[in-house]
């Protein structure tokens, strides 16, 4: 005996299973400290805080100027 499909699936019916395979944008929330917006539960790339702790040291970029 071979192995035979129960039934017809339309390509409706099959194409709709793969459409929620999209990607969701980040959520962002503004850091306390400094009012950028941020990932949630990640330290700010800016000014180094998280839960209103400094946890890590952020050195702050040399313009250059000609």
């Not at 699936?9 to 929620?20: G, L, P």
Request: aromatic share 4%; charged share 35%; glycine share 4%.
């Amino acid at each position: 005996m071979a192995i035979v499909p129960k039934g017809k699936v339309s390509k409706a019916r099959r194409n709709s299973r793969k459409a929620n395979w999209k990607i969701s944008t980040p959520s962002m929330v503004e850091c306390p400290h400094c009012h950028e917006l941020k990932a949630n539960h990640r330290v700010c790339k800016k000014c180094g805080y998280y839960d209103g702790e400094q946890k890590v040291v952020v050195e702050k970029e040399k313009k250059e100027t000609k």
